[in-house]
């Protein structure tokens, strides 16, 4: 599958938090572990694409999976599973916004939605999901984060 395919949080190093109304900045570690040229420690990202990725995991991530917070998670990935149908959808619709208001403090969920409405995927077994949100210390930018699922088995 290409990388263009979706955004996976790992390309928005453009994305930076610029904004004057911004009172502190996200910054977290870079999980592919590269080399930070100048400190020679681990690089670190931060802003907007330590947020996108932080989505995307908690998004991706297994109720159970989370040591010692087991509570933590969406379990999309068995929904797979299933027969991708309007029910389906609108629970895994609910279980990503549920999620992602209660663990991530920093954004505001606006609308979570599948870019394949007339369920073609059910033959590609995959489902491509839209989530757009507010960062909360820069309420004007809306940003996304495009995930796709596929079925491996």
Known sequence: MPATQYNSGFTDAESVNNSSRSNFTYKDLNLNFGRNPVTADVATVSD???VKRAVRNLVLLNPGEKPFHP???TGIRGMMFELITPPVLM???N???FVLDK?????TVTD????DPD???MDNNSVNIEIQFYLNNVPARLEEVDIMLKRIR
């Open 103 to 107: 663990y991530e403090p920093r954004v």
């Open 48 to 50: 907007v694409q330590d």
């Open 119 to 121: 369920f073609q995927a």
């Open 95 to 97: 279980r990503i916004k």
């Open 71 to 73: 509570e933590i998670g």
């Open 112 to 115: 979570v939605s599948f870019n």
């Open 91 to 93: 629970t895994m619709r």
